[in-house]
């Protein structure tokens, strides 16, 4: 009798030949809502991920990710749209027959088997011979470094060799597409760093095409050749990395990628007017009128007093080992993050101190210390008036 499954639906899926590269895949329009729930989970899908690409779904929670990867798997039905896998519509295939493997964030390993015989468990469901299959384990457990602990029970195994072995279980069976809903949300954040480096290893040696369902910014940001950011359902912005980090299209993408000003004005003669008469410079092409632009912290620097645009008090600042986060509040009560690196003397800064907030056109850089802002010890002191410069092309206007 076939053995069933321990809780979540693995990645025991028919496997693609040996040798076979990553497959493309192309969702069209999926949808997909649940009785009594007010607003579909899924609404109006569409995304093309390219043969051997690392593709992330990130999002908050109840944005609809994990239902697009489960559909994706065809561990559920959509109730519109298309899944194309290579151009061949797999949407009404069970996941047995798609050729993918999955692997959760929970591990559902088999308690009572073996290392070795939790990874073999794939093959075995295929009918791959023994022979084969104790080749392709040894394979796989050398790949994920765990050569030697064949025979230990998932109790025996810390959290990162649980996790992956989870890994191995799914690629042994040499899928054409690898999904991963959230794989590293249990580990630590040392233990987490170091699984993403091996990650992004395993999907580069084996060539595989990788979706990767994650809440965590960094993990993405770390990890993706493109990123697709959803909320409510939808994909609001898809793009590499560093495209969604620094031109996000909308607040909702400027806020939930790391953290970013928000500074709403009306945009004049190439400035963005705010609130208490200041000015802020920005890049060209900005239509005028009413005006919103995300501003990251790290585009901001200190400068000596009086090269600035407006006065402001330094009401915290946070101390991050190789930076420091400054709360600044300007003079109509709004606040102001600067993220400046560490040995500029900002880890001294007092509640209470001034500086002065400042942009320029020039765009010098995250270089300059506090030291060199013309200040005595290097230090932000209470009283001390400082300003922060940005080049002109740093604050990114947002749509809407």
Known sequence: MTEPLPRTP????????????????????L?????????????????????????SLLGPSGCGKTTTLRMIAGFEAPDAGQILLDGRDITALPPERRGMGMVF???????????AENVGFGLRMQGVNKAEAAARVRDALALVRLTGLEDRRPAELSGGQQQRVALARAVVIRPAVLLCDEPL?????KLRQAMQFELKALHRQLGLTLIYVTHDQEEALTMSDRIAVMGAGRIVQCGPPREIYDHPRSRFVAEFIGDTNILAGVARAGSLVLPGGWHLPLPGGVAEGPCAVALRPERLRLVPAGKGL????????????????LKLVLPGGETLLVRTPRGNGAGAAASGSTGQVAAGPDGS????????????????AAGTVLGVTCGREDPVPLEG
């Not at 407006?310 to 986060?325: I, K, M, Q, T, Y």
């Not at 802002?373 to 932000?380: I, K, M, P, Q, T």
């Open 185 to 189: 949300g249990a580990l630590d954040k």
């Open 310 to 325: 407006v006065d402001a008090r330094v009401e915290e600042a946070n101390f991050l080992g190789d930076s420091v986060l």
């Open 31 to 55: 949808r997909k809502g649940y009785a009594g729930a007010p607003l579909p989970a899924v609404e109006g899908i569409s995304a093309t991920v390219a043969p051997g690409e690392f593709f």
């Open 365 to 380: 850089g995250l270089g300059s210390t506090i030291a060199g802002a013309g200040l005595a010890g290097g230090h932000l």
């Open 105 to 115: 964030q929970n591990y559902a390993l088999f308690p009572h088997r073996t290392v």
């Open 10 to 29: 693995q990645g025991t899926m028919q496997g693609t030949a040996q040798g076979r590269s990553g497959a493309g895949l192309e969702l069209r329009a």
